[in-house]
C-alpha cells in the first residue's frame, strides 16, 4: 500500500530564506507527482505536476525535483515570502488506480 | 485558472436533513473526486468517478452517495445528516494523468 510522508510537518523561516520541503512515498509505480498548496479553509491550488519520466519542474521561484527511484520529491522555495505561508501537500498519482494518495502536508510560516 | 464551482461554500445543518453538495467543472474532464478534510488534518478520498455513469468509494468510507449523470456535474448526498459528518468536502477533476484542479470546498456543521 502506498505511503506518502512529508517532512517536516511544521517549518517557521525568516522571510527571504530558501527552502526545501520534503516528500517521501514507499510504491515507486507512480504516473506522476503533484505539490500543491493549500491556505487555511480554502481547497487546494495546484503548484507542479511531475511525470514519472521528469526530474524536475519549475515555476517562477518554485522548483520541484523526483527521484523516482528512491521514492522522494523536494520542493525548493527560493526567496520566501510572506505570502508564501501555507500548508504544502504532495500526493503521488499510482499507475495501478489513477487515485492521488496525498501526504499529510508541511506547514509553512514566513515571517516578516 | 481552473473552472470549478462548489455550493454551497458553508452549511448548517439540523440532524436528519438530507442534504446534496454540487460539484460542476466546464474543463470537460472525465475524472473527478470528492475528498472529506478535518480542520489541520489530511485528505481522505471518499468517491471518484471516471466517466459518466462511473462512480466508485474511495479509501475512506462514507455513508454519503454520489451520482455522475452528466460529464460536468458530480453531486454527493448524505440521505441523512449527523453530526459525525461535520467537516469539509473538497470536490476536484482532472483529465487522464493530468493536475487535479480543486474546488474551494463546503464547510458543513452538522448540529
Known amino acids: 500500500k502506498q505511503e506518502v510522508t512529508q517532512i517536516p510537518a511544521a517549518l517557521s523561516v525568516p522571510e527571504g530564506e530558501n527552502l526545501v520541503l520534503n516528500c517521501s512515498f514507499t510504491?515507486?509505480?507512480?504516473?506522476?507527482l503533484q505539490w500543491f498548496r493549500q491556505d487555511p479553509g480554502k481547497g487546494l491550488t495546484s503548484l507542479l505536476l511531475?511525470?514519472?519520466?521528469?526530474r524536475e519542474q519549475t515555476s517562477g521561484r518554485l522548483n520541484a525535483s523526483l527521484d523516482k527511484s528512491s521514492g522522494r520529491s523536494t520542493l525548493y522555495i527560493a526567496a520566501s515570502q510572506p505570502g508564501d505561508s501555507a500548508t504544502y501537500l504532495c500526493a503521488v498519482e499510482m499507475d495501478s488506480s489513477y487515485k492521488l494518495i496525498f501526504g499529510s502536508g508541511t506547514r509553512l510560516l514566513v515571517r516578516p | 485558472e481552473a473552472d470549478i464551482y462548489q455550493t454551497p461554500r458553508y452549511l448548517v445543518i439540523g440532524t436528519g436533513k438530507k442534504i446534496t453538495l454540487e460539484c460542476s467543472q466546464t474543463?470537460?474532464?472525465?475524472?473527478m473526486y470528492w475528498y472529506q478534510q478535518d480542520p489541520g488534518m489530511e485528505l481522505h478520498l471518499i468517491h471518484y468517478?471516471?466517466?459518466?455513469?462511473?462512480?466508485e468509494k474511495g479509501d475512506l468510507s462514507s455513508e454519503s452517495t454520489v451520482s455522475r449523470i452528466r460529464t460536468e456535474h458530480f453531486p454527493l448526498t448524505l440521505e441523512s445528516a449527523r453530526p459525525s459528518h461535520t467537516s469539509q468536502y473538497l470536490c476536484?477533476?482532472?483529465?487522464?494523468?493530468?493536475?487535479?484542479?480543486f474546488g474551494p470546498g463546503t464547510r458543513l456543521l452538522v448540529l
Open positions: 474543463m470537460g474532464h472525465d475524472k
Open positions: 510504491d515507486s509505480a507512480i504516473y506522476n
Open positions: 468517478s471516471y466517466g459518466v455513469n462511473s462512480t
Open positions: 476536484a477533476s482532472s483529465e487522464w494523468l493530468g493536475t487535479q484542479y
Open positions: 511531475i511525470q514519472s519520466s521528469q
